[in-house]
Protein backbone atom coordinates (compact mmCIF):
# COMPACT_ATOMS: atom_id res chain seq x y z
CA UNK A 1 0.00 0.00 0.00
CA UNK A 2 2.76 2.18 -0.01
CA UNK A 3 5.69 2.84 -2.51
CA UNK A 4 8.99 0.52 -2.73
CA UNK A 5 7.28 -1.84 -0.38
CA UNK A 6 6.81 0.23 2.71
CA UNK A 7 4.42 -0.79 4.72
CA UNK A 8 1.00 0.97 5.71
CA UNK A 9 2.69 0.17 9.57
CA UNK A 10 6.28 1.27 8.83
CA UNK A 11 4.42 4.73 7.03
CA UNK A 12 3.19 5.69 10.40
CA UNK A 13 5.99 5.19 12.68
CA UNK A 14 8.37 7.19 9.87
CA UNK A 15 5.75 9.83 10.16
CA UNK A 16 7.07 11.81 12.48
CA UNK A 17 10.49 12.24 11.47
CA UNK A 18 10.14 13.15 8.03
CA UNK A 19 8.51 16.19 5.69
CA UNK A 20 6.08 14.36 3.45
CA UNK A 21 3.40 14.10 6.77
CA UNK A 22 3.85 17.36 9.07
CA UNK A 23 0.57 17.77 9.46
CA UNK A 24 -0.02 14.60 10.88
CA UNK A 25 3.04 14.50 13.04
CA UNK A 26 2.25 18.33 14.35
CA UNK A 27 -1.06 17.10 15.52
CA UNK A 28 0.20 14.27 17.11
CA UNK A 29 3.00 16.31 18.98
CA UNK A 30 0.34 19.04 19.66
CA UNK A 31 -2.02 16.35 21.73
CA UNK A 32 1.47 15.45 23.18
CA UNK A 33 1.96 18.88 24.74
CA UNK A 34 -1.81 19.39 25.65
CA UNK A 35 -1.42 15.93 27.69
CA UNK A 36 1.70 16.70 29.31
CA UNK A 37 0.32 19.99 31.04
CA UNK A 38 -2.89 18.51 31.56
CA UNK A 39 -4.57 21.09 29.65
CA UNK A 40 -8.05 20.64 28.15
CA UNK A 41 -9.21 22.30 24.64
CA UNK A 42 -12.47 24.45 24.44
CA UNK A 43 -14.73 20.86 23.85
CA UNK A 44 -13.75 19.36 26.98
CA UNK A 45 -11.57 16.82 25.63
CA UNK A 46 -8.67 16.09 27.70
CA UNK A 47 -5.39 16.15 25.86
CA UNK A 48 -4.83 12.50 26.86
CA UNK A 49 -8.05 11.40 25.04
CA UNK A 50 -6.97 13.08 22.23
CA UNK A 51 -3.46 11.28 22.48
CA UNK A 52 -5.14 7.93 22.51
CA UNK A 53 -7.30 9.60 19.03
CA UNK A 54 -3.51 10.28 17.13
CA UNK A 55 -2.62 6.56 18.36
CA UNK A 56 -5.81 4.57 16.18
CA UNK A 57 -3.47 3.60 13.53
CA UNK A 58 -1.01 1.95 15.32
CA UNK A 59 -3.47 -0.67 16.51
CA UNK A 60 -2.88 -4.49 16.02
CA UNK A 61 -4.30 -7.50 16.01
CA UNK A 62 -2.70 -10.95 15.50
CA UNK A 63 -4.12 -13.37 12.78
CA UNK A 64 -2.39 -16.05 14.33
CA UNK A 65 -3.49 -18.24 17.38
CA UNK A 66 -5.66 -20.63 19.11
CA UNK A 67 -8.97 -18.29 18.68
CA UNK A 68 -9.70 -16.22 14.92
CA UNK A 69 -9.81 -12.80 15.74
CA UNK A 70 -13.17 -10.92 15.69
CA UNK A 71 -14.30 -12.68 18.36
CA UNK A 72 -13.40 -11.61 21.50
CA UNK A 73 -11.64 -8.46 19.64
CA UNK A 74 -12.59 -5.20 20.57
CA UNK A 75 -15.71 -3.59 18.85
CA UNK A 76 -14.19 -1.75 16.07
CA UNK A 77 -16.13 1.50 14.90
CA UNK A 78 -16.67 0.22 11.28
CA UNK A 79 -17.32 -2.71 9.87
CA UNK A 80 -18.30 -5.27 6.92
CA UNK A 81 -19.99 -8.54 6.67
CA UNK A 82 -20.20 -10.20 3.40
CA UNK A 83 -21.62 -13.68 2.35
CA UNK A 84 -20.30 -15.38 -0.74
CA UNK A 85 -21.53 -19.05 -2.70
CA UNK A 86 -19.23 -20.71 -4.07
CA UNK A 87 -19.22 -20.66 -7.89
CA UNK A 88 -20.82 -23.83 -10.44
CA UNK A 89 -18.39 -26.33 -10.43
CA UNK A 90 -16.06 -25.54 -7.51
CA UNK A 91 -13.76 -28.18 -6.26
CA UNK A 92 -13.10 -29.03 -2.73
CA UNK A 93 -9.30 -28.07 -3.84
CA UNK A 94 -10.58 -24.90 -4.76
CA UNK A 95 -12.13 -23.77 -2.05
CA UNK A 96 -9.32 -25.01 -0.11
CA UNK A 97 -6.77 -22.76 -2.16
CA UNK A 98 -8.92 -19.62 -1.73
CA UNK A 99 -9.07 -20.25 2.03
CA UNK A 100 -5.27 -19.95 2.11
CA UNK A 101 -5.41 -16.90 -0.69
CA UNK A 102 -7.76 -14.98 1.67
CA UNK A 103 -5.69 -16.12 4.92
CA UNK A 104 -2.18 -14.82 3.46
CA UNK A 105 -4.35 -11.67 3.00
CA UNK A 106 -5.97 -11.03 5.65
CA UNK A 107 -3.05 -11.81 7.72
CA UNK A 108 -0.69 -9.20 5.85
CA UNK A 109 -3.33 -6.66 5.77
CA UNK A 110 -4.09 -6.95 9.92
CA UNK A 111 -0.12 -6.75 10.28
CA UNK A 112 0.07 -3.23 8.30
CA UNK A 113 1.45 -4.92 5.41
CA UNK A 114 1.12 -4.70 1.29
CA UNK A 115 -0.64 -7.65 -0.44
CA UNK A 116 1.48 -6.95 -3.49
CA UNK A 117 -0.23 -7.74 -7.54
CA UNK A 118 -2.93 -5.12 -8.20
CA UNK A 119 -3.25 -3.69 -4.66
CA UNK A 120 -5.48 -0.78 -4.91
CA UNK A 121 -3.71 0.69 -2.10
CA UNK A 122 -6.64 2.41 -1.16
CA UNK A 123 -5.08 2.41 2.72
CA UNK A 124 -1.62 3.08 2.27
CA UNK A 125 -1.21 5.80 4.70
CA UNK A 126 -3.18 4.08 7.47
CA UNK A 127 -1.65 1.64 10.12
CA UNK A 128 -3.15 -1.46 11.12
CA UNK A 129 -6.16 0.01 12.90
CA UNK A 130 -7.06 -2.88 14.59
CA UNK A 131 -8.35 -5.11 11.40
CA UNK A 132 -9.89 -7.64 11.88
CA UNK A 133 -10.64 -10.43 9.85
CA UNK A 134 -12.99 -13.75 10.52
CA UNK A 135 -13.74 -16.44 8.33
CA UNK A 136 -17.28 -18.95 8.55
CA UNK A 137 -19.09 -21.60 6.50
CA UNK A 138 -22.42 -22.05 5.96
CA UNK A 139 -24.42 -25.37 6.14
CA UNK A 140 -24.31 -25.14 2.25
CA UNK A 141 -21.06 -25.28 2.25
CA UNK A 142 -20.57 -29.00 2.95
CA UNK A 143 -22.65 -30.17 0.51
CA UNK A 144 -21.07 -28.30 -2.16
CA UNK A 145 -18.06 -29.60 -1.30
CA UNK A 146 -18.49 -33.07 -0.75
CA UNK A 147 -17.98 -32.77 2.96
CA UNK A 148 -21.34 -33.60 4.47
CA UNK A 149 -20.16 -35.57 6.98
CA UNK A 150 -17.57 -33.25 8.05
CA UNK A 151 -20.97 -30.45 8.96
CA UNK A 152 -21.39 -30.46 12.35
CA UNK A 153 -25.20 -30.90 14.00
CA UNK A 154 -25.03 -27.23 15.22
CA UNK A 155 -25.53 -26.43 12.14
CA UNK A 156 -29.19 -26.93 11.64
CA UNK A 157 -31.34 -24.47 9.90
CA UNK A 158 -32.61 -22.29 12.69
CA UNK A 159 -36.43 -22.06 13.54
CA UNK A 160 -38.72 -19.45 12.28
CA UNK A 161 -39.39 -16.82 14.61
CA UNK A 162 -42.69 -14.39 14.78
CA UNK A 163 -40.78 -10.97 13.87
CA UNK A 164 -38.91 -13.04 11.20
CA UNK A 165 -39.66 -11.12 7.28
CA UNK A 166 -36.39 -12.49 6.08
CA UNK A 167 -35.44 -11.84 2.65
CA UNK A 168 -33.67 -14.81 1.18
CA UNK A 169 -31.46 -13.51 -0.93
CA UNK A 170 -29.97 -11.53 2.29
CA UNK A 171 -29.73 -14.50 4.01
CA UNK A 172 -27.32 -17.49 4.57
CA UNK A 173 -24.58 -18.39 1.86
CA UNK A 174 -21.37 -20.25 1.81
CA UNK A 175 -18.87 -18.65 3.00
CA UNK A 176 -18.62 -16.17 5.25
CA UNK A 177 -16.76 -12.62 6.49
CA UNK A 178 -16.49 -10.76 9.16
CA UNK A 179 -14.04 -7.41 8.29
CA UNK A 180 -13.40 -5.12 11.28
CA UNK A 181 -11.15 -2.00 11.78
CA UNK A 182 -11.43 1.26 13.63
CA UNK A 183 -10.89 3.41 9.77
CA UNK A 184 -13.01 2.89 7.48
CA UNK A 185 -10.45 2.60 4.54
CA UNK A 186 -8.48 0.47 6.18
CA UNK A 187 -11.78 -1.85 6.55
CA UNK A 188 -12.96 -1.09 2.61
CA UNK A 189 -9.47 -2.10 1.44
CA UNK A 190 -9.51 -5.38 2.85
CA UNK A 191 -13.32 -6.01 1.85
CA UNK A 192 -11.93 -5.23 -1.55
CA UNK A 193 -8.76 -7.20 -1.26
CA UNK A 194 -10.98 -10.26 -0.03
CA UNK A 195 -14.19 -10.14 -2.79
CA UNK A 196 -11.02 -9.77 -5.64
CA UNK A 197 -9.44 -12.94 -4.40
CA UNK A 198 -12.51 -14.72 -4.64
CA UNK A 199 -13.08 -14.12 -8.33
CA UNK A 200 -13.63 -16.94 -10.27
CA UNK A 201 -13.94 -19.33 -6.84
CA UNK A 202 -17.00 -17.67 -4.99
CA UNK A 203 -19.37 -14.42 -5.94
CA UNK A 204 -21.04 -12.21 -3.60
CA UNK A 205 -24.44 -13.50 -2.78
CA UNK A 206 -24.91 -10.23 0.08
CA UNK A 207 -23.00 -7.62 1.67
CA UNK A 208 -23.71 -5.16 5.12
CA UNK A 209 -21.97 -2.45 6.16
CA UNK A 210 -22.06 -1.20 10.15
CA UNK A 211 -20.73 0.56 12.53
CA UNK A 212 -20.01 1.49 16.35
CA UNK A 213 -18.93 4.35 18.49
CA UNK A 214 -14.64 5.23 17.71
CA UNK A 215 -12.54 4.29 20.27
CA UNK A 216 -11.58 7.79 22.72
CA UNK A 217 -15.18 9.93 21.57
CA UNK A 218 -16.34 9.28 24.76
CA UNK A 219 -14.41 10.38 28.18
CA UNK A 220 -13.83 6.84 28.88
CA UNK A 221 -14.47 3.60 27.62
CA UNK A 222 -18.69 2.83 27.65
CA UNK A 223 -20.97 -0.16 26.68
CA UNK A 224 -22.29 0.90 22.84
CA UNK A 225 -25.19 2.39 22.17
CA UNK A 226 -27.48 1.49 19.87
CA UNK A 227 -29.69 3.75 17.19
CA UNK A 228 -32.62 3.59 19.64
CA UNK A 229 -30.17 5.33 22.24
CA UNK A 230 -30.03 2.51 24.59
CA UNK A 231 -26.66 0.98 26.31
CA UNK A 232 -26.86 -2.72 24.41
CA UNK A 233 -24.24 -5.21 25.61
CA UNK A 234 -24.74 -4.92 29.54
CA UNK A 235 -24.39 -8.81 30.29
CA UNK A 236 -22.61 -9.81 28.09
CA UNK A 237 -19.87 -12.56 28.83
CA UNK A 238 -16.78 -11.74 29.88
CA UNK A 239 -13.36 -13.18 28.74
CA UNK A 240 -12.06 -13.70 32.44
CA UNK A 241 -15.08 -15.34 33.74
CA UNK A 242 -14.05 -19.02 34.36
CA UNK A 243 -16.79 -20.50 31.97
CA UNK A 244 -16.21 -17.98 29.43
CA UNK A 245 -14.84 -20.40 26.88
CA UNK A 246 -17.28 -22.99 28.31
CA UNK A 247 -19.86 -20.87 26.86
CA UNK A 248 -18.37 -19.01 24.06
CA UNK A 249 -15.71 -21.51 21.88
CA UNK A 250 -16.06 -25.09 20.81
CA UNK A 251 -13.96 -27.64 23.35
CA UNK A 252 -10.82 -29.28 22.10
CA UNK A 253 -12.23 -32.67 22.27
CA UNK A 254 -15.69 -31.00 20.78
CA UNK A 255 -17.26 -32.96 17.28
CA UNK A 256 -16.46 -32.44 14.39
CA UNK A 257 -13.01 -32.25 15.58
CA UNK A 258 -11.73 -29.64 12.97
CA UNK A 259 -14.03 -27.36 14.96
CA UNK A 260 -12.18 -26.98 18.48
CA UNK A 261 -11.07 -24.18 19.79
CA UNK A 262 -13.99 -22.26 17.08
CA UNK A 263 -17.40 -20.94 17.54
CA UNK A 264 -20.94 -20.99 15.95
CA UNK A 265 -21.94 -17.17 15.30
CA UNK A 266 -25.64 -15.87 14.39
CA UNK A 267 -25.54 -13.16 12.06
CA UNK A 268 -29.19 -11.04 11.99
CA UNK A 269 -30.33 -7.93 10.20
CA UNK A 270 -32.90 -6.23 12.86
CA UNK A 271 -33.99 -3.40 11.52
CA UNK A 272 -35.41 -0.69 14.10
CA UNK A 273 -38.90 0.97 13.33
CA UNK A 274 -36.98 3.99 14.54
CA UNK A 275 -40.42 6.22 13.46
CA UNK A 276 -42.42 4.53 15.76
CA UNK A 277 -39.59 4.09 18.71
CA UNK A 278 -39.48 8.07 18.80
CA UNK A 279 -42.56 8.69 19.44
CA UNK A 280 -42.57 6.95 22.82
CA UNK A 281 -41.83 8.88 25.62
CA UNK A 282 -38.80 8.66 27.79
CA UNK A 283 -40.92 6.57 30.47
CA UNK A 284 -42.05 4.43 28.00
CA UNK A 285 -39.04 3.37 26.28
CA UNK A 286 -37.44 2.38 29.67
CA UNK A 287 -40.61 0.28 30.76
CA UNK A 288 -40.04 -1.64 27.14
CA UNK A 289 -35.92 -1.86 28.06
CA UNK A 290 -36.28 -2.45 31.88
CA UNK A 291 -33.24 0.00 32.19
CA UNK A 292 -32.33 3.28 32.55
CA UNK A 293 -31.53 5.00 29.23
CA UNK A 294 -29.19 7.48 30.53
CA UNK A 295 -26.76 5.30 31.94
CA UNK A 296 -27.95 1.26 31.63
CA UNK A 297 -29.15 0.74 35.11
CA UNK A 298 -32.05 -1.37 36.30
CA UNK A 299 -35.42 0.37 36.64
CA UNK A 300 -34.89 -0.59 40.03
CA UNK A 301 -31.53 1.72 40.60
CA UNK A 302 -27.84 0.88 40.85
CA UNK A 303 -25.26 1.13 38.28
CA UNK A 304 -25.30 -0.31 34.53
CA UNK A 305 -23.73 -3.38 36.16
CA UNK A 306 -25.93 -3.87 38.85
CA UNK A 307 -28.35 -7.27 39.21
CA UNK A 308 -32.03 -5.92 38.17
CA UNK A 309 -34.08 -6.89 40.87
CA UNK A 310 -36.74 -8.92 38.71
CA UNK A 311 -39.40 -9.03 42.22
CA UNK A 312 -39.52 -5.54 43.38
CA UNK A 313 -42.91 -4.08 43.72
CA UNK A 314 -43.44 -0.21 42.45
CA UNK A 315 -46.10 1.57 44.65
CA UNK A 316 -48.43 0.79 41.94
CA UNK A 317 -48.69 -2.91 43.34
CA UNK A 318 -46.73 -3.67 39.72
CA UNK A 319 -43.30 -5.14 39.32
CA UNK A 320 -41.16 -2.54 38.72
CA UNK A 321 -39.36 -3.79 35.53
CA UNK A 322 -42.31 -4.96 33.29
CA UNK A 323 -43.44 -8.54 32.75
CA UNK A 324 -42.12 -8.58 29.05
CA UNK A 325 -39.42 -5.87 29.50
CA UNK A 326 -36.38 -6.77 27.38
CA UNK A 327 -34.05 -6.33 30.02
CA UNK A 328 -36.31 -9.42 31.98
CA UNK A 329 -36.29 -11.67 29.09
CA UNK A 330 -32.77 -11.83 28.23
CA UNK A 331 -31.23 -12.71 31.40
CA UNK A 332 -29.33 -15.88 31.89
CA UNK A 333 -30.80 -17.01 34.21
CA UNK A 334 -34.10 -16.27 33.02
CA UNK A 335 -33.33 -18.59 29.77
CA UNK A 336 -31.40 -21.89 31.32
CA UNK A 337 -28.19 -20.01 31.89
CA UNK A 338 -28.16 -19.74 28.06
CA UNK A 339 -25.30 -16.63 26.88
CA UNK A 340 -23.88 -15.46 23.94
CA UNK A 341 -21.34 -13.10 23.06
CA UNK A 342 -22.78 -9.74 21.52
CA UNK A 343 -20.74 -8.09 19.08
CA UNK A 344 -23.03 -6.12 16.61
CA UNK A 345 -22.47 -3.55 14.07
CA UNK A 346 -25.63 -0.56 13.87
CA UNK A 347 -26.57 -0.12 10.36
CA UNK A 348 -28.14 3.07 8.27
CA UNK A 349 -28.93 2.36 4.34
CA UNK A 350 -31.02 5.32 4.08
CA UNK A 351 -34.50 6.10 3.60
CA UNK A 352 -37.28 4.13 2.46
CA UNK A 353 -40.38 4.77 -0.02
CA UNK A 354 -42.06 5.80 2.79
CA UNK A 355 -39.82 7.85 4.05
CA UNK A 356 -38.38 5.55 7.23
CA UNK A 357 -35.26 5.17 7.82
CA UNK A 358 -33.95 1.52 7.10
CA UNK A 359 -31.62 1.53 10.14
CA UNK A 360 -30.82 -1.03 12.95
CA UNK A 361 -28.50 -3.29 14.26
CA UNK A 362 -26.45 -6.28 12.72
CA UNK A 363 -26.95 -8.48 15.19
CA UNK A 364 -23.69 -10.63 15.54
CA UNK A 365 -23.57 -13.24 18.35
CA UNK A 366 -20.75 -15.96 18.87
CA UNK A 367 -21.75 -18.98 21.14
CA UNK A 368 -20.38 -22.84 21.65
CA UNK A 369 -23.76 -24.45 20.17
CA UNK A 370 -26.22 -22.01 18.75
CA UNK A 371 -29.59 -24.30 20.32
CA UNK A 372 -28.29 -23.97 23.83
CA UNK A 373 -27.13 -19.84 22.98
CA UNK A 374 -28.94 -18.21 20.34
CA UNK A 375 -32.64 -20.56 19.74
CA UNK A 376 -33.75 -20.54 23.54
CA UNK A 377 -33.38 -16.88 24.09
CA UNK A 378 -34.67 -16.29 20.75
CA UNK A 379 -37.95 -18.29 21.36
CA UNK A 380 -38.70 -16.70 24.45
CA UNK A 381 -38.18 -13.05 23.02
CA UNK A 382 -40.52 -14.74 20.12
CA UNK A 383 -43.36 -14.59 22.91
CA UNK A 384 -43.29 -11.64 24.82
CA UNK A 385 -41.32 -9.49 24.40
CA UNK A 386 -41.77 -5.69 24.27
CA UNK A 387 -39.28 -4.77 21.96
CA UNK A 388 -40.46 -6.88 19.36
CA UNK A 389 -43.27 -4.42 18.98
CA UNK A 390 -40.45 -1.90 17.08
CA UNK A 391 -37.89 -4.37 15.53
CA UNK A 392 -38.05 -6.81 12.48
CA UNK A 393 -35.57 -9.24 11.33
CA UNK A 394 -35.02 -8.97 8.15
CA UNK A 395 -32.12 -11.29 7.45
CA UNK A 396 -30.68 -14.59 8.83
CA UNK A 397 -27.39 -16.45 9.19
CA UNK A 398 -25.50 -19.28 10.71
CA UNK A 399 -22.02 -20.26 10.40
CA UNK A 400 -19.28 -22.49 11.62
CA UNK A 401 -16.31 -20.21 12.39
CA UNK A 402 -13.20 -22.66 12.80
CA UNK A 403 -10.19 -22.32 15.55
CA UNK A 404 -7.43 -20.06 14.72
CA UNK A 405 -4.34 -20.33 11.68
CA UNK A 406 -1.05 -21.58 13.36
CA UNK A 407 1.68 -19.70 11.69
CA UNK A 408 2.10 -21.63 8.45
CA UNK A 409 -1.39 -22.42 8.08
CA UNK A 410 -5.02 -21.44 6.64
CA UNK A 411 -8.00 -20.74 8.47
CA UNK A 412 -10.42 -24.32 7.86
CA UNK A 413 -7.39 -26.24 6.79
CA UNK A 414 -8.32 -28.86 9.30
CA UNK A 415 -12.03 -29.26 7.36
CA UNK A 416 -10.57 -28.55 4.07
CA UNK A 417 -7.29 -31.22 4.05
CA UNK A 418 -8.49 -33.73 6.96
Not at 191 to 197: C, D, P, T
Request: glycine share 12%; with cysteine; hydrophobic share 35%.
Amino acid sequence: MTDHGISRRRLLGTAGVTGLALGAAGGAAGYAAASSSGASDPSGTSGAAKDALASLGTGEVMFHGKHQPGITTPMQSRGHLIAFDLTAGTSRKEAAALLRRWSTTAARLMAGEPVGGDDTAVARDAGPSSLSVTFGFGASFFSRTGLEKQRPSALEPLPDFSSDRLDKARSNGDLWVQIGANDPLVAFHALRALQKEAAGTARVRWQMNGFNRSPGATARPMTTRNLMGQIDGTNNPKPSEKDFDERIFVPADGDPAWMAGGSYVVVRRIRMLLDDWEKLGLKAQEAVIGRHKSDGSPLTGGTETTEPKLEEMGADGKVVIPVNAHARITRPDQNGGAAMLRRPFSYHDGFDAHGEPDAGLLFVCWQADPMRGFVPVQRKLDRGDALSEFIRHEASGLYAVPGGAAKGEYVGQRLLEG
